[in-house]
Nanobody, 116 residues
Framework: QVQVVESGGGLVQAGGSLRLSCSTSISIFSINAMGWYRQAPGKQRELVAAITRGGSRNYADSVKGRFTISRDNAKNTVVLQMNSLKPEDTAVYYC??????????WGQGTQVTVSS
């Protein structure tokens, strides 16, 4: 059974930082892309950042310059470093794993709350 495990959410004041980590049981070399999505109350789930197998990175305009996605191939892990957090970043953050073959997988979600 494929595992997608997230960690690192929490409560932080505006301007602060948080680091989200996502580990998967799928080999990083069998993955087309991994990314983070978020969903705030009453809103649709949206892409925050993603990194492809080739190392290309894609960010939502709202987080460019503040968030950085990186990958640790040895640990099958993707990390989202979030700096200069704003109250509007408050949401449940979900890790997404898109394998080269087969369906995509989602983590259980981790809450990020930014207080003003």
């Amino acid at each position: 059974q494929v595992q997608v495990v997230e960690s690192g959410g929490g409560l932080v004041q505006a301007g602060g930082s948080l680091r989200l980590s996502c580990s998967t049981s799928i080999s990083i070399f069998s993955i087309n892309a991994m990314g983070w999505y978020r969903q705030a109350p009453g809103k649709q789930r949206e892409l925050v950042a993603a990194i492809t197998r080739g190392g290309s990175r894609n960010y939502a305009d709202s987080v460019k310059g503040r968030f950085t996605i990186s990958r640790d191939n040895a640990k099958n892990t993707v990390v989202l470093q979030m700096n200069s957090l704003k109250p509007e970043d408050t949401a449940v953050y979900y890790c997404n794993v898109d394998p080269i073959v087969g369906n995509t997988y989602w983590g259980q979600g981790t809450q990020v709350t930014v207080s003003s």
